[in-house]
T-cell receptor, first 114, second 110 residues
């Protein structure tokens, strides 16, 4: 297992277009998180899945954002009608069931909305 | 409310000098504290967890519940320590999501 994988690494899109990002967590990790990071800031929590259930969403996650984790495996984050303010690094992290499992982050998807 | 404060956005020290990156937190219960590091063009990597009480790459961090601090220290800085450092906490129960500070960019001068 090579860790948490995110695709694409970079995405440039025109304002108003829809984009979808994918995250493949570590296979035995049941917890999956999405974060957003803008320049000069630490990562900010967006949403959390335990297995296939989306259990928590941040107020940052407007109704243009939707996330899924079918069958509790990979996850997708979709942004509809993108705005320039959506430009950021989108990070995915996963964590296992055991308390001594840390959070493992992917390399992120950098979104630029032009 | 959960909050992590890293008061220094930038920190520059000379090679061989001691390093201390400050982190203060706000949480009503007993949080789990972490330090993450991000080297240039690399992903966020876990550096330390307070429950592990281990030293990684010469770094240590002690949880001070009285001062609600989790400062990161290294006695002798090395050039390869130059990176972005983030302090984070995770609460008990629920999502156990990480709440990050703004980060400190550490530069080690030769």
């Amino acid at each position: 297992d090579t860790g948490v994988s995110q695709n694409p690494r970079h995405k440039i899109t025109k304002r108003g277009q829809n984009v979808t990002f994918r995250c493949d967590p570590i296979s035995e990790h049941n917890r999956l998180y999405w974060y957003r990071q803008t320049l000069g800031q630490g990562p900010e929590f967006l949403t959390y899945f335990q297995n296939e259930a989306q259990l928590e969403k941040s107020r940052l996650l407007s109704d243009r954002f939707s996330a899924e984790r079918p069958k509790g495996s990979f996850s997708t984050l979709e942004i509809q009608r993108t705005e320039q303010g959506d430009s950021a690094m989108y990070l995915c992290a996963s964590r296992g069931r055991r308390i001594n499992y840390g959070y493992t982050f992917g390399s992120g998807t950098r979104l630029t909305v032009v | 409310a959960q909050r992590v404060t890293q008061p220094e956005k930038l920190l520059s020290v000379f090679k061989g000098a001691p390093v201390e990156l400050k982190c203060n937190y706000s949480y009503s219960g007993s949080p789990e504290l972490f330090w993450y590091v991000q080297y240039s063009r690399q992903r966020l990597q876990l550096l330390l967890r307070h429950i592990s009480r281990e030293s990684i790459k010469g770094f240590t961090a002690d949880l001070n519940k009285g001062e609600t601090s989790f400062h990161l220290k290294k006695p002798f800085a090395q050039e390869e320590d130059s990176a972005m450092y983030y302090c984070a906490l995770s609460g008990q129960g629920g999502a156990q999501k990480l709440v990050f500070g703004q980060g400190t960019r550490l530069t080690i001068n030769p």
